[in-house]
Structures are given as C-alpha cells and as structure tokens.
C-alpha cells in the first residue's frame, strides 16, 4: 500500500516556475515507478511525466519537454515536478501515481493516485 500526498501547486503568472511535490508513505515506494499527470476541465487526463524504479529513465509528453523536470529523493520518499516557464495551457489539476514495473503513458496502468493539486497559469 501507498499513499500519496501533493502539494506546491497555486496560481502563477506565465513564465513563471512552480514545484509540485509527491510524499509518499509506504515501504516498497522506492521501488515504484512514478508518473506526473494532469487533468483541465473538459479534457482527458494526461501523462505529464514519469521517472522509471527500474532504470531511472524520465519521460515527458510532448509539451512539456524542456520546460519541465522530474526527479526523487529517496530518503525523504518524495518525487518532485520542476515546472519552469508555465504557460496557460498548463492549468490543470496535477496528479501523481505509481505503478510496479516500469512507466506507462497510460494512466489506466497507476495503482495509487494522490488528490491533486491545483496549478493556475493567468497570462
């Protein structure tokens, strides 16, 4: 069992930078890989990011490439979101979850889901 916690989100003008922690309770969460999702009103949810257990490779979708960075601290159990040069396009509630084995695009293949936190772009 894992729990997730997020937090750092809140509304920011663009071209702004924001950092979204995930703390995780549970024995084994270094042994998860971990994925950044995000959800806008209307929209389907979308894969953000995601940090492989495995073999520590990262992915980012398509728009967030360069601007965004995801990484871990074991020790403190946590996985953070750098957002760097925030857009409007990137409101949306942001999620992050695990899943055993290796990262997937999709998020029908997560186990454990935070509540979300709440990222505001105005322009």
């Known amino acids: 069992q894992v729990q997730l916690v997020e937090s750092g989100g809140g509304l920011v003008q663009a071209g702004a930078s924001l950092r979204l922690s995930c703390a995780a309770s549970g024995r084994t969460f270094n042994a998860y890989s971990v994925g950044w999702f995000r959800q806008a009103p209307g929209k389907e949810r979308e894969g953000v990011s995601c940090l492989s257990s495995r073999d520590g490779i990262t992915n980012y979708g398509d728009s967030v490439k360069g601007r965004f960075t995801i990484s871990r601290d074991n020790a403190k159990g946590t996985v953070y979101l750098q957002m760097n040069s925030l857009e409007p396009e990137d409101t949306a509630v942001y999620y992050c979850?695990?899943?055993?084995?290796?990262?997937?695009?999709?998020?029908?293949?997560?186990?454990?889901w935070g509540q979300g936190t709440q990222v505001t772009v105005s322009s």
């Open positions: 979850a695990t899943r055993w084995g290796f990262c997937n695009s999709d998020y029908v293949e997560y186990d454990y």
